[in-house]
């Protein structure tokens, strides 16, 4: 909320209190998607780490975070919006707050940057705000080590 208010709100104040509230809408809105995929983020780690508390993930991690740093087969910058692990295996998580439904592609991109680091057991989540195509789905159940977590499923546990 605070992030969102000190983001949004100044520059519409005197908007809002002349109760213009469709002009300000239209000001704030085509920034919603960009200011939304951080916050999408903070939610996912969130959600993380109250299933490592309920012992609901398959590491029980003890630290996570975002990842950023350089690919040295592809010789450029990658990144990786969460990862938790332990000592006995690691959890790589990305997060996408779009309209669309997440491909394929996604899972794969996650797979070769989790490439970048060494643990005995690796599990991916994959975290999106609409949903996810039939051919991730399919993908995910037959890797076995895949989670799938759609935005409204995170309030329905």
């Not at 983001?7 to 300000?24: A, C, G, H, V, Y």
């Not at 990144?79 to 439904?101: L, R, V």
Request: proline share 4%.
């Amino acid at each position: 909320m605070f992030r969102f208010w000190y983001r949004f709100i100044p520059d519409s104040m005197s908007l809002i209190q002349r109760n213009e509230t469709e002009q300000s809408y239209r000001r704030i809105e085509p920034s919603i998607p960009a200011f939304m995929g951080p916050v999408f983020e903070d939610i996912c780690m969130q959600y993380l780490w109250k299933q490592n508390t309920a012992n609901n993930t398959p590491v029980s991690f003890t630290d996570a975070g975002r990842w950023w740093g350089n690919d040295p087969k592809k010789r450029e910058e990658c990144e990786i919006d969460i990862i938790a692990d332990d000592k006995e295996g690691a959890i790589f998580a990305e997060c996408k707050w779009t309209n669309d439904t997440v491909g394929a592609g996604v899972l794969e991109r996650l797979v070769e940057k989790s490439e970048l680091f060494y643990s005995r057991r690796k599990f991916y989540y994959l975290f999106a705000k609409t949903g996810f195509t039939a051919e991730l789905r399919s993908k995910a159940a037959q890797m076995k080590n895949v989670f799938l977590v759609c935005f409204e499923d995170m309030f329905h546990e």
